[in-house]
Nanobody, 120 residues
C-alpha cells in the first residue's frame, strides 16, 4: 500500500522555524516531482514548493527566501525547511509526489496533512 507519511508540524511563534518531512513507501520504484501544498481554513489548497528529481526547486512568491525544499532520493523523502514564519503561513501542509511503481504504473499520491500553526 502506497503511503506518504508527513511529520514535523506544530505550533510556532512568528519568526520561528519548522521542518516538515514526508516519506514515501509501499512499492515505489522512483519518484518524479515532489512537492508541498497547503490549505488554510476557508481557502483553496495552494502550491508552496516543488522539486524535481535533480533538485530543481520552484516556490510560491509568498514563501520565496523563507522556505527551502529539498529531497533525499535514496530515502524517497522530501523536506520543507520553513523559516521566518508568519501567521499567514498557518495551514494544513500536504505532501504530494508523482510515483513510479514497481510494475510500471504512475501514481500521484498525497499525504494525510500536517498542521502548522504560527501564533504568539
Amino acid at each position: 500500500q502506497v503511503q506518504l507519511v508527513e511529520s514535523g508540524g506544530g505550533l510556532v511563534q512568528p519568526g520561528g522555524s519548522l521542518r516538515l518531512s514526508c516519506a514515501a513507501s509501499g512499492g515505489v520504484f522512483s519518484i518524479n516531482i515532489m512537492g508541498w501544498y497547503r490549505q488554510a481554513p476557508g481557502k483553496q489548497r495552494e502550491l508552496v514548493a516543488t522539486i524535481s528529481t535533480r533538485g530543481r526547486a520552484n516556490y510560491a512568491d509568498s514563501v520565496k527566501d523563507r522556505f527551502t525544499i529539498s529531497r533525499d532520493n535514496a530515502k524517497n523523502t522530501v523536506y520543507l525547511q520553513m523559516t521566518s514564519l508568519k501567521p499567514e503561513d498557518t495551514a494544513v501542509y500536504y505532501c504530494n509526489a508523482d510515483l513510479l511503481m514497481y510494475g510500471g504504473a504512475w501514481l500521484q499520491a498525497w499525504g494525510q496533512g500536517t498542521q502548522v500553526t504560527v501564533s504568539s
